[in-house]
């Protein structure tokens, strides 16, 4: 199989190029910088250029490419973050559109932040609510909900007649390479500082690498899902009990807290934003779930002590 992956330079392009190459696909990644195992071919993530042939008789293509949300949102760095999203995505559209023999999958990256903050319930394909109205958000919050929307329209505007569309609402996606998110997370958990944030209420919505190589390879196999599609576990939990067992995996009993003001001001000077730490993200992936995909870690306990036994074995950073 050939799988062609825009901004596969990154943590999950890392991730899916292992796996897709230990099996023995072709893989290729488009991207304007970055390492990778593959081969790499160059564009500039806003136009169609010479990389366009790569997708002539593709199977798969997967777009990840987007400026990094781990930033604050300035007027530049929300113009960044916009602009990389839609402007990828619509020139993997118009090449697509181009090709004569089109690839028979485009997977998209989105984001489950699309969805609203709330406690109450979990959010699903069918009956998730869109966020963006919440009383009890930030009204900044909305701006990550904004991109999410725009995103996924020029998936759905993209005229691609041949190729089937799905739209990846993924949650974080853990993995045990230096330099990522599960990496910050354990760097605060070693340093006795993974503790309770705020009142440690907000869910955590998480899925293990290996089950995120699995899903893809799961909707590359069943042809009758399309549009969006949740990636996440089944089971997200409050804050409080995610970092709690993440302590656990590690061996370690400190975890200090922090106010919300205390992580407001810890955000500031970062140079992130509160809404990734404070957004109560809860959702749960049905479509998934009702077509028959199993999960190899479900609950986050077990996911923990995997990814913690991995990073231990490859050694110091």
């Not at 619509?90 to 090709?99: E, F, K, L, Q, S």
Request: charged share 20%; hydrophobic share 45%; glycine share 10%.
């Amino acid at each position: 199989m050939k799988v062609v992956i825009f901004g596969g330079t990154g943590q999950l392009g890392n991730v899916l190029v292992r796996a897709l190459q230990a099996r023995g696909d072709d893989v290729v990644v488009v991207s304007r910088s970055g390492a990778t195992a593959a081969r790499r071919v160059e564009w500039d993530a806003k136009s169609v250029g010479p990389w366009a042939s790569e997708l002539d008789g593709t199977d798969v293509v997967l777009n990840l490419a987007g400026r990094s949300v781990n930033c604050r949102y300035t007027a530049a760095n929300r113009k960044a973050m916009f602009d990389s999203r839609v402007e990828s995505t619509r020139a993997v559209g118009a090449a697509i559109a181009g090709c004569s023999r089109p690839p028979r999958t485009w997977l998209q990256m989105s984001t489950a932040t699309i969805y609203s903050h709330r406690f109450d319930a979990p959010n699903d394909e069918a009956t998730g609510v869109i966020g963006g109205s919440e009383p009890d958000a930030p009204p900044s919050w909305k701006f990550s909900i904004d991109i999410a929307k725009a995103w996924e329209h020029e998936l759905a505007v993209a005229n691609t007649p041949r190729t089937r569309k799905v739209a990846l609402r993924s949650s974080l996606v853990l993995n045990a390479d230096r330099g990522g998110i599960f990496d910050v997370l354990l760097g605060l958990t070693r340093a006795g500082l993974g503790g309770t944030l705020g009142d440690g209420t907000q869910y955590v919505s998480w899925l293990h690498e290996h089950d995120f190589v699995g899903m893809l390879d799961f909707l590359v196999a069943h042809e009758e899902l399309d549009g969006p599609v949740i990636l996440a576990s089944p089971n997200p939990l409050p804050q409080r009990e995610f970092m709690a067992a993440l302590r656990a995996a590690w061996g370690t009993r400190i975890g200090l807290p922090a106010t919300r003001w205390m992580t407001a001001l810890g955000a500031f000077f970062l140079r992130t934003e509160t809404e990734l730490t404070f957004k109560s993200r809860r959702v749960v992936p049905k479509r998934l779930l009702d077509a028959g995909y199993r999960l190899l870690f479900p609950d986050w306990p077990e996911a923990a002590r995997e990814l913690v036994a991995r990073y231990r074995s490859a050694g110091s950073p």
